[in-house]
Antibody, heavy 118, light 107 residues
């Protein structure tokens, strides 16, 4: 079975840093584009960043560009999101998700909560 | 960035009703549109991809249509488990953009 498990969330002060991880299993991780999507409390879904299967193509949303860095380690079946210069508005549940060839977001993790507060 | 405008923002309906949610893109996106269902405290679930293709395991009462800029998600006969939030997503280009969501509530 496909499984995506996020970790690394927590409470951090404004201006601080946090690194999220997504552990994948049950599929050929190295063949899929992966992404991070976040959801602020009581709000809608916001795409954050995507990384292609070989890391050749990387994209960021405007709200995180220059502060967040997405990466992946295919041999270890994992993806990461390094978040720097965190702001209160980055507070959200962060989901990792797989993009199938035709099926965007066909599998999702359970999410990890990031709270940015002093 | 492409803007996705979803309507209505909320919808009250009863079990057995037929409901339709629409999503409009600010520019043409071919049929590169997906629909998701999300229940409280849960991750989103893919329902429809490519505007009209039903994802594996999704009941056939869900259907999608549209191309270009105008899209719709229809639930032919609402079931109790269908009351949830629904989102559209354009996967035509980056940055990916979601609609603001539609809350489907029981009347």
């Amino acid at each position: 079975d496909v499984q995506l498990v996020e970790s690394g969330g927590g409470l951090v002060k404004p201006g601080g840093s946090l690194r999220l991880s997504c552990a994948a299993s049950g599929f050929d991780f190295s063949s899929y584009t992966m992404k991070w999507v976040r959801q602020a409390p009581g709000k809608g879904l916001e795409w954050v960043s995507s990384i292609s299967s070989t890391s050749r193509y990387i994209y960021y949303g405007d709200s995180v560009k220059g502060r967040f860095t997405i990466s992946r380690d295919n041999p270890r079946n994992s993806m990461s999101l390094q978040m720097n210069s965190l702001r209160a508005e980055d507070t959200a549940v962060y989901y990792c998700s797989r993009d199938g060839v035709l099926t965007p977001g066909d599998f999702w993790g359970q999410g990890t909560l990031v709270t940015v507060s002093s | 960035a492409i803007q996705m405008t979803q309507s209505p923002s909320s919808l009250s309906a009863s079990v057995g009703d037929r409901v339709t949610i629409t999503c409009r893109a600010s520019q043409g996106i071919r049929n590169d549109l997906a629909w998701y269902q999300q229940k409280p405290g849960r991750a989103p679930r893919l329902l429809i991809y490519g505007a009209s293709s039903l994802h594996s395991g999704v009941p056939s009462r869900f259907s999608g249509s549209g191309s270009g800029t105008d899209f719709s998600l229809t639930i032919s006969s609402l079931q109790p488990e269908d009351f949830a939030m629904y989102y559209c997503l354009q996967d035509y280009n980056y940055p990916r953009t979601f609609g603001q969501g539609t809350r489907l509530e029981t009347k």
